[in-house]
C-alpha cells in the first residue's frame, strides 16, 4: 500500500487503548450524563475545542462527539479556530481530517450557501488535511444532489472543489476526492463522467477506483482504458520533450567546445 510522504505523517501518537463503540457507548455516555450535557453551550464547545488540542484520538474523539451533540451550535469562529489547528499541524492526518469533517463541519454547512462556500474554498488551502476536508465533508451530503438539505447549484460548488483537489497527487488528496465524486456520480452520473473525461490524466490509480467504484463493470473498464491512453500519450510526450532538451543541450555545449 503506498504511503503518504513524510511530510505530511505525524509520528503515531499515544492511545489509551479504549476501543471505538466503548468510548462512545460507555464513556462519553457516562461523561454527557453526570457533568458534560448540563453545561452551558459556551462551556460544552470550550471543552469540545481543548480536547481537540490534546494528543490521543481517543481524547480528539470525545471532542467530536461534544460537537455531534451540539449540531446547532457550531459557528464560524469555532470552524476558524479547528481550521487553524490544521494549519499549524496539531491536527494532521486523514483520521483527524475526516473525523472532524463528519463530526463537525458536515453540521455547519447543511442548508447554507455561505458556509458550503467557506469549506469549498479549502479546496486551494496548501495544508493537505484541509483540502481533503473540502472534499470529504460533502461525502454523505452529495446523495441528497440540490434537494434538500442541499440547495440549488450545490453539486456545481462540488464539482469545481473535485477539479482542484484532484490536481493533487497526494494520496489522500486523491481518495478525498475519489470518495466525493463516487458519492457524486451515483446521483448523477452525467456530472461524474463529465469530470472524468476532463480530469483523467490527473487521477492516481487508486485515486481513480474510489471515484468508479459504483459504476457497472463496462463503464470501470471503459474509463480504466481511458486514463491508461492518456497515461501512456504522456509519456510519450515526456520522452519527446527530454529528447528535445538533450539534442539543445548538446547543441550549445558544441558550440562552447
Same mark, same amino acid.
Given at each position: 500500500?503506498?504511503? $503518504?510522504?513524510?511530510?505530511?505523517?505525524?509520528? $503515531?501518537?499515544?492511545?489509551?487503548?479504549?476501543?471505538?463503540?466503548?468510548?462512545?457507548?460507555?464513556?462519553?455516555?457516562?461523561?454527557?450524563?453526570?457533568?458534560?450535557?448540563?453545561?452551558?453551550?459556551?462551556?460544552?464547545?470550550?471543552?469540545?475545542?481543548?480536547?481537540?488540542?490534546?494528543?490521543?484520538?481517543?481524547?480528539?474523539?470525545?471532542?467530536?462527539?461534544?460537537?455531534?451533540?451540539?449540531?446547532?451550535?457550531?459557528?464560524?469562529?469555532?470552524?476558524?479556530?479547528?481550521?487553524?489547528?490544521?494549519?499549524?499541524?496539531?491536527? $494532521?492526518?486523514?483520521?483527524?481530517?475526516?473525523?472532524?469533517?463528519?463530526?463537525?463541519?458536515?453540521?455547519?454547512?447543511?442548508?447554507?450557501?455561505?458556509?458550503?462556500?467557506?469549506?469549498?474554498?479549502?479546496?486551494?488551502?496548501?495544508?493537505?488535511?484541509?483540502?481533503?476536508?473540502?472534499?470529504?465533508?460533502?461525502?454523505?451530503?452529495?446523495?441528497?444532489?440540490?434537494?434538500?438539505?442541499?440547495?440549488?447549484?450545490?453539486?456545481?460548488?462540488?464539482?469545481?472543489?473535485?477539479?482542484?483537489?484532484?490536481?493533487?497527487?497526494?494520496?489522500?488528496?486523491?481518495?478525498?476526492?475519489?470518495?466525493?465524486?463516487?458519492?457524486?456520480?451515483?446521483?448523477?452520473?452525467?456530472?461524474?463522467?463529465?469530470?472524468?473525461?476532463?480530469?483523467?490524466?490527473?487521477?492516481?490509480?487508486?485515486?481513480?477506483?474510489?471515484?468508479?467504484?459504483?459504476?457497472?463493470?463496462?463503464?470501470?473498464?471503459?474509463?480504466? $482504458?481511458?486514463?491508461?491512453?492518456?497515461?501512456?500519450?504522456?509519456?510519450?510526450?515526456?520522452?519527446?520533450?527530454?529528447?528535445?532538451?538533450?539534442?539543445?543541450?548538446?547543441?550549445?555545449?558544441?558550440?562552447?567546445?
Amino acid at each position: 500500500m503506498k504511503k $503518504a510522504s513524510g511530510k505530511h505523517m505525524k509520528k $503515531a501518537q499515544p492511545s489509551p487503548g479504549v476501543k471505538h463503540p466503548d468510548l462512545k457507548e460507555i464513556v462519553f455516555k457516562n461523561a454527557w450524563d453526570n457533568y458534560l450535557g448540563g453545561l452551558s453551550e459556551n462551556d460544552k464547545k470550550e471543552v469540545a475545542h481543548a480536547l481537540l488540542e490534546k494528543d490521543t484520538c481517543e481524547e480528539r474523539l470525545v471532542g467530536l462527539f461534544i460537537f455531534d451533540k451540539i449540531p446547532k451550535m457550531i459557528y464560524k469562529h469555532d470552524i476558524v479556530r479547528i481550521e487553524q489547528l490544521f494549519k499549524e499541524g496539531k491536527l $494532521a492526518g486523514w483520521g483527524c481530517s475526516d473525523g472532524v469533517s463528519d463530526y463537525v463541519f458536515m453540521h455547519w454547512v447543511q442548508g447554507s450557501i455561505e458556509n458550503t462556500r467557506y469549506i469549498c474554498e479549502w479546496r486551494n488551502s496548501d495544508c493537505l488535511w484541509l483540502q481533503r476536508a473540502s472534499c470529504v465533508t460533502f461525502v454523505n451530503l452529495a446523495k441528497y444532489g440540490d434537494s434538500s438539505p442541499n440547495f440549488p447549484g450545490f453539486m456545481k460548488m462540488l464539482d469545481q472543489v473535485c477539479d482542484r483537489t484532484i490536481q493533487n497527487p497526494e494520496r489522500f488528496a486523491q481518495l478525498g476526492t475519489g470518495w466525493l465524486l463516487r458519492n457524486i456520480g451515483s446521483v448523477d452520473k452525467n456530472q461524474l463522467f463529465a469530470f472524468l473525461e476532463r480530469n483523467i490524466g490527473f487521477f492516481s490509480r487508486e485515486g481513480l477506483s474510489y471515484a468508479i467504484e459504483k459504476l457497472t463493470p463496462a463503464e470501470r473498464k471503459k474509463i480504466k $482504458a481511458m486514463r491508461k491512453n492518456v497515461c501512456e500519450v504522456k509519456v510519450e510526450e515526456d520522452v519527446d520533450f527530454e529528447a528535445e532538451f538533450a539534442e539543445i543541450f548538446s547543441t550549445k555545449k558544441r558550440k562552447q567546445n
